[in-house]
């Protein structure tokens, strides 16, 4: 049987007249990654009395936005696991480090854009200038028009017309989902640390569009299941489609929203490493029904001493 030396290290690269420094010995490091929440975060807990620490205040060392960066593994074998800046400067013992990925940029960053028939792609050029833009860059919004909005704030709002942002590294990704071509990661479901699985519930769903027209008049779509407590909507403006296109793309909504699934999480060791996006190919001796090819919507990395874990939130599954 094989064994693995757990290890990891925290990275505060040198920053505005800081020096650089490392964390090797730290007491916990919870990461939080979904393509749904717009941004990752990460809080490091580690005692106060580190070495070097005593040599000057805590102040000077931890500043909110500084940069960080947590890599995780074994052997030696690390991952860069998350990136970012302290977000909460730690008071009080033990000190608790708050971190949030390259979003807490785009959160202090006002813009205004005023464009006509602006495309997904220049858009995000435009509210997030300097990092890569992965998108579908044919993605027409229409007329666009923010004034003085943090640039997260537009995420928000291209959110409510099912586009969700998110970061990978410095590519700033927006689409309706999180889903790459990777090949499945392979795991026996009893081999795993644990798992709280269960079929997904397939609920009536209606969904309803509505687009608001150059000239003012307003255009709803509705498709599905009638009287449906779950109820999806999606607001469209200054962009001119058809009602028979608006009804295609409910009824893709619809598809998407009764695909079967599982819910709860299954949590893994520290290996294989996983991401949102990727897909798990599950497998069970005891409870086959379970078995099948799913989509990773959200992971929870905990990183603790003797123990290093994965929670998955499984999403829909893989046709």
Same mark, same amino acid.
């Given at each position: ?12 690269? +040198? ?24 941004? *990752? ?49 730690? +008071? ?40 890569? $833009? ?9 007329? $666009? ?28 990704? +927006? ?10 990661? *392979? ?67 619809? *598809? ?41 919507? +959200?992971?929870?990395k905990t990183y603790l001493p003797g123990e290093y874990r994965q929670a998955c939130k499984l999403g829909d599954k893989a046709v």
């Open positions: 049987m094989s064994t693995y030396a757990q290890y990891g290290e925290i990275v505060f690269p +040198a920053n505005e007249g800081r020096q650089g420094f490392r964390i090797r010995r730290f007491s916990e490091c919870t990461i939080e990654s979904s393509w749904q929440s717009l941004t *990752d975060t990460a809080e490091i807990i580690t005692p106060r009395k580190v070495k070097d620490f005593n040599r000057m205040k805590v102040s000077e060392w931890f500043r909110e936005g500084d940069p960080v960066e947590i890599w995780l593994g074994y052997d030696g074998n690390l991952e860069l696991e998350f990136s970012g800046y302290v977000s909460k400067v730690p +008071a009080g013992i033990p000190l608790v480090i708050s971190c949030e990925d390259e979003m807490y940029k785009l959160k202090r960053q006002t813009v205004s854009v005023s464009k006509q028939n602006c495309t997904l792609k220049e858009l995000l050029t435009a509210i997030a200038p300097g990092y890569i $833009v992965v998108c579908d860059d044919s993605q027409l919004l229409g007329n $666009v028009r923010f004034s003085n909005m943090a640039s997260s704030q537009i995420l928000d709002e291209l959110k409510k017309q099912g586009i969700h942002s998110w970061f990978e590294g410095k590519e700033l990704h +927006a689409f309706s989902k999180s889903k790459n071509e990777l090949d499945p990661v *392979d795991i026996q479901l009893e081999r795993t640390a644990s798992e709280s699985l269960k079929q997904k519930a397939i609920e009536d769903t209606m969904v309803i569009i509505s687009l608001i027209r150059k000239k003012g008049k307003k255009l709803k779509v509705e498709y599905g299941d009638k009287g449906a407590g779950k109820r999806l909507t999606k607001e469209l403006s200054g962009i001119e489609i058809s009602e028979d296109e608006m009804r295609r793309e409910a009824k893709k909504i619809y *598809d998407e929203a009764k695909q079967p699934g599982l819910d709860g999480d299954v949590t893994l060791f520290g290996v294989p490493r996983v991401q949102h996006g990727m897909k798990m190919n599950l497998n069970s001796v005891l409870y086959p029904e379970k078995d099948g090819i799913y989509y990773i919507d +959200a992971v929870t």
